[in-house]
């Protein structure tokens, strides 16, 4: 490293002679990437440092500024916080109070500061779910527009928007980029690759269900393998054959909202969402206005495939979860597949990645590998080629128009370096939470791999595609997501049957759409309610236009269950890759 400093530092002797304040400034700079960043960064150390270069004279102008900025509390951006934003601050002299609070509470301070006009915080890293919202209630800044105009002289000329996996995400209809991916994490299949291959079990499985136990490519073989464990006995202890949650909380709304339906087969085919109708079962007009939730009005938020899903959801926690999984809350539930006893689970968030390697775990090995794996979650008997497959969150950088320039400006430079390929590879290693593909393909990664049970073999496949965050269909995403989880546990707890839960949601989303087509107040890509019909002419209407929701009822939703190898999926990753280099 030493080496590294003298070559590259060489190049800014008379730099450093000419400025004084820079000198100090960057020696901070050389500080922190030797101490912090090492060989963990894209880019050589020469660029590096030219990097941060470039962000100290483009910070100058608001030296001695303070700005607020906030996100949710999660490992990344803990270290983005105690951290990076300390660095940032000796390096420019912009002091960053970095707020860490719960999810929900950035969505209420963002909607307060849109509502109120009053600046709050500075910048938001809030979900891209609410790319729908932005992009309708025009008041956060298009970075696109941000970026050519207010924003031109302190965008870093290098920041590489090509290079993040979750753009795609955060861009809105208009073709406008209104968020920067910061992290991002999936939902996955999570099962214990021991059990898996343990011959005994392989050997029980195929006599009592005729088939190899292996990664369940639909949700009948996930059933089947979930039964299959329930209660059988592996190293002196009962086991149970599926994970979840199901506690009246808001956390169950995510559960849903976050693709549980889509991977069901709600919804229309369409990457990274269903177009007409989205994985809400909200469908827009070719104008992207949302025109309905309900079957009634083209909608699939109360059609066959949701209700399937939602009485899917409830069956397995009561036949194959440990008993007290139906009053645990998101939060609550995520360890406890590190305690050694569940075979599986079908919804399984990546950011739990961290945690679930520590050293000393049942569920891990000597060597330090895991005895588990993640792989892609299986689908639904409505589900079919070309729809999404699951989740990704991606906690994005905002801008609001309430905040002024100046201070938008600050805060912009501090979200590109928390972001930059400088530092992001080793905040991926902390936080395993991944933005750029320049990190993923970074020779650490690979090295650490199989530590990290098919995360970043997962996040290098082309599977990866099929997994996104909530859409644009959803125009209004704090009113709507607030609904969800009032609906499904009404259907949890038995107050309600899985179809007058989805009946209640979905006139219930209606009831805001209309309200705000009423109120105008998305101009002309706001709702615009359809005519009402029945189940039978939104499908012959569907299939007409090449489309598929919503879907009529499917007879027997019991399929035929398919499995598949782990390692022979992995290699067919690594040789897809491979072809496509």
């Not at 963990?40 to 900025?69: C, H, N, T």
Request: charged share 20%; with cysteine; net charge negative.
């Amino acid at each position: 490293m030493r080496r590294h400093l003298l070559t590259s530092t060489t190049a800014f002797v008379l730099l450093l002679a000419a400025s004084p304040a820079w000198a100090q400034s960057m020696d901070e700079g050389i500080k922190f990437l030797d101490a912090e960043i090492g060989e963990l960064s894209a880019l050589s150390r020469a660029d590096q440092e030219a990097e941060l270069k470039w962000f100290m004279d483009a910070a100058a102008p608001y030296a001695g500024m303070d700005i607020k900025v906030v996100s949710e509390t999660i490992t990344t951006h803990e270290y983005e916080s105690k951290v990076l934003a300390p660095a940032f601050t000796a390096l420019t002299g912009i002091k960053v109070t970095h707020d860490l609070i719960g999810e929900g509470d950035v969505v209420e301070k963002l909607q307060t500061q849109m509502q109120s006009g009053e600046n709050i915080y500075d910048a938001y890293i809030n979900d891209s779910d609410l790319i729908g919202t932005h992009w309708r209630y025009q008041q956060a800044r298009s970075l696109t527009d941000w970026m050519a105009g207010e924003g031109a002289a302190v965008t870093n000329p290098n920041i590489g928007i090509d290079d993040f996996i979750g753009v795609s995400f955060t861009t809105a209809p208009d073709g406008d980029l209104y968020q920067l991916p910061d992290q991002q994490f999936a939902n996955l299949y999570w099962f214990r690759y021991d059990w898996f291959n343990d011959p005994k079990n392989q050997e029980d499985f195929k006599a009592e269900y005729g088939y190899d136990l292996g990664v369940p490519v639909n949700w009948s073989a996930y059933e089947d393998i979930a039964k299959f464990f329930t209660g059988r006995e592996i190293d002196g202890q009962a086991v149970y054959g599926h994970m979840d949650y199901g506690k009246k909380d808001p956390s169950l709304g995510w559960r849903f909202t976050d693709a549980w339906l889509s991977m069901a087969g709600n919804g229309d085919k369409g990457i990274p969402n269903g177009l007409p109708v989205d994985e809400w079962g909200i469908k827009v007009d070719e104008n992207s206005r949302p025109v309905g939730s309900c079957v009634a009005r083209g909608g699939d938020t109360n059609g066959p495939a949701s209700v399937y899903a939602i009485q899917k959801a409830i069956d397995w926690l009561k036949d194959y979860a440990p008993p007290e999984a139906a009053g645990m809350t998101f939060s609550e539930s995520g360890p406890v597949p590190a305690q050694g006893a569940v075979a599986q689970q079908i919804f399984w968030y990546t950011a739990f990645t961290a945690d679930m390697v520590k050293e000393g775990l049942p569920v891990m090995n000597e060597d330090g590998t895991p005895k588990w794996r993640m792989a892609p979650s299986p689908h639904g008997v409505y589900w079919q080629d070309g729809m999404k497959l699951g989740y990704q969150d991606v906690g994005s950088w905002t801008l609001l128009k309430s905040t002024p320039v100046d201070r938008a400006q600050a805060a912009w430079l501090y979200a590109q370096f928390v972001t930059s390929m400088t530092v992001d590879v080793k905040k991926s290693h902390v936080g395993l939470t991944f933005a750029r593909e320049s990190t993923i393909r970074h020779q650490s990664f690979t090295d650490r791999a199989p530590e990290l049970g098919g995360l970043i073999e997962f996040y290098r496949s082309p599977a990866r595609v099929q997994w996104s965050p909530t859409g644009t269909n959803v125009p209004d995403y704090p009113k709507l997501a607030q609904l969800w989880w009032q609906a499904i546990g009404d259907a949890s707890s038995g107050a309600k049957s899985a179809q007058e839960a989805m009946d209640s949601l979905c006139a219930e989303q209606e009831s805001v759409l209309e309200r705000l087509e009423r109120a105008g107040v998305q101009g002309d890509i706001g709702p615009k309610l359809a005519e009402e019909h029945d189940l039978a002419y939104w499908n012959a209407d569907a299939v007409a236009k090449g489309n598929l929701a919503p879907q009529l009822a499917i007879a027997e939703e019991k399929d035929q269950p398919v499995t598949v190898n782990y390692d022979e999926l992995v290699k067919s990753w690594a040789d897809a890759n491979a072809a496509a280099n």
